[in-house]
């Protein structure tokens, strides 16, 4: 079966990304989220939104009938912070008070194992195809998709982190992609079991 890559809908039910998403890195997410039903308030509030970093504005689905099974969330490099900040308005907003403290928290060990999208980056933030649809060239698809919208967007290189034991390494260095930065921040091994991040990177030739 052939499926497309379209820009996201509003009006997708979080309740259909929320697994998608918490899959990518489960114990980064629970780590960050404690919970899915925090992840999904998140999701409540910011996927309708115009701006956040998980507005629909910022991302591409692949559907079969209702059901999200590709997902591609992206941001060029000078949107990034004001999508960043458009997110943490909306998660004081919309969680209640200990999930936004603790959120907040785990943010700031965030900035140390993930570095900031540098200049000319199409930074993704997540790419993630269900259980159900893997081996469906799914993925492929969808980086295809960040390329087409990285050279429209004048971005020179697209970016992401990715833990180092992601089976999703291989796929990347097969696609081009190299690592550019590996981190790993010692309080969130050892408590966490959160291990070494790859920030990979592929160049792009913005006229091919």
């Not at 890195?25 to 409540?44: E, G, S, W």
């Not at 900040?85 to 943010?107: G, I, P, S, V």
């Not at 990715?162 to 992609?177: L, T």
Request: hydrophobic share 40%; net charge negative; glycine share 6%.
């Amino acid at each position: 079966m052939v499926h497309s890559v379209e820009p996201a809908d509003a009006s997708i039910a979080p309740e259909r990304l929320a697994d998608l998403l918490w899959n990518t890195d489960p114990k980064l997410n629970a780590f960050m989220f404690r919970t899915r039903d925090v992840l999904l308030n998140i999701l409540r509030a910011e996927w309708p939104a115009t701006r956040g970093l998980l507005s629909h504005r910022q991302a591409f689905t692949v559907m079969d009938g209702a059901s999200v099974i590709g997902l591609l969330v992206g941001h060029k490099w000078d949107e990034y912070g004001p999508n960043f900040e458009a997110a943490q308005d909306l998660q004081t907003q919309n969680l209640a008070q200990a999930d936004a403290a603790h959120l907040n928290d785990a943010l700031e060990w965030m900035d140390r194992l993930f570095p900031v999208p540098r200049t000319g980056a199409y930074y993704i933030l997540e790419l993630s195809t269900a259980a159900s649809a893997q081996g469906q060239g799914i993925a492929s698809h969808l980086l295809k998709t960040a390329e087409e919208r990285a050279r429209d967007s004048g971005c020179t290189h697209i970016s992401l982190d990715v833990s180092a034991d992601n089976a999703a390494v291989d796929f990347y260095r097969h696609k081009g992609f190299e690592v550019e930065i590996e981190t790993r921040v010692p309080h969130l091994d050892r408590a966490h079991g959160i291990g070494p991040h790859l920030h990979m990177s592929l160049p792009l030739d913005v006229n091919p």
